[in-house]
């Protein structure tokens, strides 16, 4: 049962994988979905007796529900991820690597990288390399504060009518024209800004920078939504060149379930 915004592409995606998978010698329809999602038509189907096993993903109010409901399941909650970088780091690779992941699909997955948490040795150098990729940096505080209010409703949630749009678009709405080649808004801002604290799914990327990695740690930890539904665990991301013993560490304190580097 996709979300209903996005029932077209779901059913198109579906009947792609089916299509494959009939070629492959597969029982026609193998996966189905209902013609119209909706709240009551998923509560139909999560008490329905023969569905033995629930897998949700999205907000806190279905993966609840699916918690809820006595039967096997697996439901991910929000992810707010932040990529870390070090002065250990190869930045240029990490600039790159950042921009192109925090756009893609226009940081509508919850994997994709929500905020930055830098040591300020080499915040400097990860800006410039980013801006000089595909990220225009923001500097205005009113502009900055103006974007907050358009995107966000009451700085505690996104407003959907701006989630999955292009770093283009949301900069024509604060008076700022850039081309296509911009693909990532880029801003430097407190570890309890809005746009540090909620997930967006928007290309605006907040850098928050830090004296050093064991800030960098727990500044990490904070920022980062802990999957409590299922383990505890913290959706993480994580950047760094050569340095093993602090990979190690970082994978000690902050028990990630998804780990890149």
Same mark, same amino acid.
Request: aromatic share 6%; proline share 7%.
């Given at each position: 049962?996709? =979300?209903?915004?996005?029932?077209?592409?779901?059913?198109?995606?579906?009947?792609? @994988?089916n299509?494959?998978?009939?070629?492959?010698?597969? !029982? +026609?329809?193998?996966?189905?979905?209902?013609?119209? !999602?909706? *709240?009551?038509?998923?509560?139909?189907?999560?008490? =329905?007796?023969?569905?033995?096993?629930?897998?949700?993903?999205?907000? !806190?109010?279905?993966?609840?529900?699916?918690?809820?409901?006595?039967?096997?399941?697996? &439901?991910?909650?929000?992810?707010? %991820?932040?990529?870390v970088? $070090?002065?250990?780091?190869?930045?240029?690779?990490a600039?790159?690597?950042?921009? +192109?992941?925090c756009?893609?699909?226009?940081?509508? !997955?919850?994997?994709?990288?929500k905020? *930055?948490?830098?040591? $300020?040795?080499?915040? #400097?150098?990860?800006?410039?390399?980013?801006?000089?990729?595909g990220?225009?940096?923001?500097? #205005?505080?009113? @502009?900055?504060?103006?974007?907050? $209010?358009?995107?966000?409703?009451?700085?505690?949630?996104?407003?959907? &009518?701006?989630?999955?749009?292009?770093?283009?678009?949301?900069?024509?709405?604060?008076?700022?024209?850039?081309g296509?080649?911009?693909?990532?808004?880029?801003?430097?801002?407190?570890? $309890? =800004?809005?746009?540090?604290?909620?997930?967006?799914?928007?290309?605006?990327?907040?850098?928050?920078?830090? %004296?050093?990695? /064991?800030?960098?740690?727990?500044?990490?930890?904070?920022?980062?939504?802990?999957?409590?539904?299922?383990?505890?665990?913290? /959706?993480?991301? /994580?950047?760094?060149? +050569?340095?093993? &013993?602090?990979?190690?560490?970082?994978?000690?304190?902050?028990?990630?379930?998804?780990?890149? =580097?």
């Amino acid at each position: 049962s996709p =979300h209903p915004r996005s029932k077209g592409v779901s059913i198109w995606l579906i009947k792609k @994988i089916n299509a494959k998978l009939e070629e492959l010698g597969a !029982p +026609n329809n193998l996966i189905v979905t209902v013609k119209e !999602p909706s *709240i009551d038509n998923t509560n139909i189907m999560m008490k =329905h007796p023969k569905v033995r096993m629930l897998v949700a993903t999205g907000g !806190p109010g279905i993966v609840k529900a699916v918690m809820s409901t006595g039967k096997k399941a697996i &439901g991910a909650g929000a992810g707010n %991820p932040p990529v870390v970088v $070090d002065e250990t780091a190869d930045i240029k690779k990490a600039a790159v690597d950042i921009v +192109n992941g925090c756009s893609f699909d226009n940081n509508l !997955p919850c994997i994709a990288e929500k905020e *930055i948490v830098a040591v $300020d040795s080499i915040a #400097d150098e990860l800006i410039a390399n980013m801006k000089a990729n595909g990220a225009y940096e923001l500097k #205005d505080p009113a @502009i900055i504060e103006k974007m907050v $209010d358009m995107v966000t409703k009451d700085r505690k949630k996104p407003q959907v &009518g701006f989630v999955g749009k292009s770093a283009q678009y949301i900069l024509d709405k604060v008076g700022i024209q850039v081309g296509p080649e911009v693909k990532v808004i880029l801003l430097e801002a407190p570890k $309890d =800004h809005p746009f540090v604290q909620i997930e967006l799914m928007m290309p605006i990327l907040p850098l928050v920078r830090v %004296p050093n990695v /064991y800030k960098l740690t727990k500044m990490a930890k904070i920022t980062s939504a802990a999957i409590v539904e299922i383990s505890g665990w913290g /959706y993480f991301y /994580y950047s760094y060149k +050569n340095d093993a &013993g602090l990979k190690r560490y970082f994978l000690n304190i902050m028990l990630p379930s998804q780990f890149f =580097h």
